[in-house]
């Protein structure tokens, strides 16, 4: 009996080691691939960079340098980080403003960071889903559209990452730009022609101009219903849109099924609210990546790379290098797929539907409650006018009404289950929509929970950062005094 126990203990000490074997193999395996995407990432980055220069020398040439330096001087004044204009802005200083160096601002500013966030989320989507963007890549065309990108940030960054992934030198890739702005119009193709798989002449670039506050035109429409990959990436909080919602609406219902719609904005409520509330639920699409609320950085290196490209023309106005980003990747179903898939099932839970919702059904589930509780009395008497009316609604006759009574009469237990079935039944969708409403809730608080962990550890990262690129600033001038002197 000894030796059994022991050969036992043994067998699970055995098994226990094996288990944390296992653990620490998995922990290792999740660790290196970590550390292989930021490898990544910061390969991508830094070519972003010099595709980003390259892009600026095309467009602005050594001549007029002094003019963008008096430009981008004079332009900090009425806009902010993000190069939107402040909104104590006068329309004169606007149109002033807004002219083709305020595009070479923007890239400048902006393009590296969002380029290399949308590179880093799309790439962990790929890896986590690689079987979707495999079946869009046996297609002869790959189609991109980007709703309101003009200055291509997003599509570069999607496409450098099929690049490092797939050989898509050789697929014929069309992009679709719809911009309201057709200044940008040069900038974008001046962008997308640095890139590996544009420099042959299969690969095809169209502009749209469209105001997409307006109902959509014909050209929307078609180059939204072609696209494998439709692309909003800070959108909403560029144009500062009041009714994000509705066009967000107008986008998704456009999207043909097996397409993939890539969104990437500030995490502000109204933005959470627009592109699927808290749980990113959208008809007949399925949310397979999410990034509720997180800080995208670049990497000091990249960093170091920008001054060295613009320090000399620019000092330390750098390019912004963090961003507070809400991600999200839905993949859209056809209707055999929604039914075959549980996660296609989609409910309204703004706050305000919900609280009108609930109040509406606390009503008739409090009287569902009394009912209920009144069938748990033993005394028989009060419920035998009650059945006669409920059975005889249902089209049972006098002699069936008798029977079933008498059955009932016999038996406690089946009276209160008679009882409860005629209670039940007429407020069986209620109390399933209640429960359904209160999971969701469940859910959002869940979500939003995340959503505050998260944050804060954006804040810390942010922080962290800030203090790395304060540090190298200042080196940077420290260096720079040094050699003038």
């Known amino acids: 009996m000894a030796e059994k126990n022991d050969m036992e203990n043994e067998h699970l000490n055995v098994e226990t080691l094996r288990t944390q074997v296992l653990d620490v193999k998995d922990f290792i395996e999740i660790n290196a691939s970590h550390e292989l995407h930021l490898c990544k990432c910061i390969a991508v980055s830094l070519e972003l960079c010099e595709l980003y220069h390259q892009a600026i020398r095309e467009l602005i040439g050594y001549h007029h340098m002094k003019d963008v330096k008096r430009y981008f001087y004079n332009l900090k004044s009425v806009t902010n980080r993000w190069c939107q204009f402040k909104e104590d802005c006068s329309l004169f200083n606007k149109l002033r403003c807004n002219t083709h160096y305020y595009t070479i601002a923007y890239i400048y500013r902006n393009s590296t960071c969002l380029s290399s966030a949308v590179a880093h989320y799309f790439g962990i989507f790929l890896s986590q889903h690689t079987n979707i963007v495999t079946e869009l890549l046996q297609r002869d065309e790959i189609r991109i559209c980007s709703v309101g990108g003009g200055s291509t940030s997003d599509v570069v960054g999607l496409i450098k990452v099929l690049e490092s992934v797939f050989d898509v030198t050789e697929l014929n890739v069309h992009v679709s730009i719809i911009d309201a702005d057709k200044k940008w119009q040069n900038a974008c193709i001046t962008v997308l022609k640095g890139l590996r798989c544009f420099r042959n002449s299969i690969c095809k670039i169209d502009f749209i101009e469209a105001d997409l506050s307006l109902p959509f035109n014909s050209k929307v429409i078609n180059a939204i219903e072609n696209a494998q990959i439709v692309s909003m990436v800070k959108f909403f909080s560029d144009l500062e849109i009041k009714i994000p919602e509705f066009l967000f609406q107008e986008v998704h219902s456009l999207i043909n099924p097996g397409s993939v719609l890539f969104f990437l904005d500030t995490p502000d409520s109204v933005i959470v609210k627009a592109c699927g509330g808290s749980l990113g639920d959208l008809p007949e699409y399925e949310l397979l990546y999410e990034a509720p609320f997180d800080s995208y950085t670049l990497h000091i290196s990249v960093v170091e790379k920008h001054l060295l490209l613009y320090g000399h023309i620019f000092g330390t106005n750098i390019c912004n290098t963090m961003f507070k980003a809400i991600c999200r990747v839905w993949v859209k ?4 797929l929604a039914v075959k898939n549980i996660k296609m099932e989609t409910v309204e839970f703004e706050e305000i539907v919900l609280f009108k919702k609930i109040k509406k059904f606390k009503s008739f589930y409090d009287q569902f409650q009394n009912l209920s509780g009144e069938i748990k009395i033993n005394s028989y008497r009060p419920w035998k006018e009650y059945f006669s009316v409920e059975l005889e609604k249902k089209g049972y006759s006098e002699k069936q009404i008798q029977k079933a009574l008498d059955k ?46 998260s944050r804060k550890k954006a804040v810390s990262d942010l922080q962290t950062h800030q203090q790395s ?8 001038k420290a260096t720079n005094f040094l050699r003038k002197t």
């Open 333 to 336: 179903y056809d209707n055999i």
């Open 408 to 453: 009932a009469q016999k038996d406690h237990a089946k009276l209160r289950r008679l009882g409860e079935l005629l209670l039940i039944k007429p407020y069986e969708n209620l109390i399933e929509e209640i429960i359904k409403e209160q999971d969701i809730r469940k859910d959002s608080a869940k979500w939003w929970t995340n959503f505050h962990e």
């Open 469 to 476: 690129i304060s540090e190298l600033l200042q080196l940077y």
